[in-house]
């Protein structure tokens, strides 16, 4: 049988550092120095010395060209954060690595400033990490504007200059929350022409309905009078009855509607 060669790993700098190092560690593990002794004189960790000592030289390179794509992947961290600085006007390489490194990154400065770069040439691949999901924006749109953290009111900032069109949905939503809370019914016939004209489709197809029926939505909206109490009443007996189906008889139900428990 004829074995399968090993590919042979590219001559990067990591891979090619790598290999010196062993050569370094094991010629002066030839002259008896100790583990302490070598990484004080190549200036390395002694966990590190203590690999090269017992791992094979033909392991050593694949290992740090792994390590090489984990702190690749660790940047993709990052990479939201680095966008919503430079889209804010802080274009220095330099500024946005202090940045990223005081919230965890640990990362080359090297690497940040090829990513500034590359967005000013216009060839930086789109990240698709960190994307809120529609219920978190969502939440973040319906609820007031004192109840949001930092973070929060940040990363909704962040989608709304990146979409435009949920931008638009989140001013309208707020508008139309605002009429709802402090019922101002009289100002629906605005929002309405409002979200009629350049609002996404959804938001728009939810103003068509409220035309239909603007006498009734407009009174909901500006009258302290509601449905909602024997809406509760009916929903409270549905309640009982799904309880109870198949396992009590129909003066049992009764009873207990009218006796409210």
Not at 1 to 18: A, F, K, N
Not at 147 to 175: F, G, N, S
Not at 240 to 256: D, E, P, Q, V
């Amino acid at each position: 049988m004829i074995g399968l060669s090993v590919p042979e790993l590219p001559r990067t700098p990591l891979v090619e550092r790598t290999r010196a190092r062993y050569a370094d560690v094991h010629r002066l593990l030839e002259r008896k120095w100790t583990i302490s002794a070598i990484a004080r004189h190549l200036n390395l960790d002694r966990k590190t010395v203590r690999c090269f000592k017992a791992t094979p030289l033909d392991e050593l390179p694949a290992s740090a060209k792994d390590f090489g794509i984990h702190k690749a992947r660790l940047l993709e961290l990052f990479k939201p954060c680095l966008n919503s600085r430079f889209t804010a006007g802080y274009t220095s390489g330099t500024r946005l690595f202090h940045e990223i490194r005081e919230r965890g990154c640990t990362g080359s400065i090297q690497g940040v400033r090829r990513h500034p770069a590359k967005l000013r040439e216009g060839t930086a691949e789109p990240v698709r990490a960190g994307i809120p999901s529609p219920r978190r924006i969502t939440s973040w749109t319906m609820r007031p504007c004192e109840a949001l953290t930092d973070q929060e009111t940040e990363k909704l900032l962040d989608v709304k200059i990146a979409c435009p069109d949920i931008a638009r949905a989140h001013d309208l939503a707020r508008c139309f929350r605002d009429l709802l809370v402090n019922r101002r019914g009289g100002m629906l016939p605005d929002w309405i022409r409002q979200a009629g004209q350049d609002a996404p489709a959804p938001v728009r197809s939810f103003a068509g309905f409220l035309r239909q029926d603007l006498d009734a939505v407009t009174a909901g909206l500006t009258l302290e009078w509601s449905s909602g109490r024997v809406e509760g009443n009916v929903n409270r007996i549905k309640t009982l009855k799904r309880a109870m189906y198949g396992r009590a008889s129909f003066r049992l139900l009764r009873i207990r509607i009218l006796t409210r428990t």
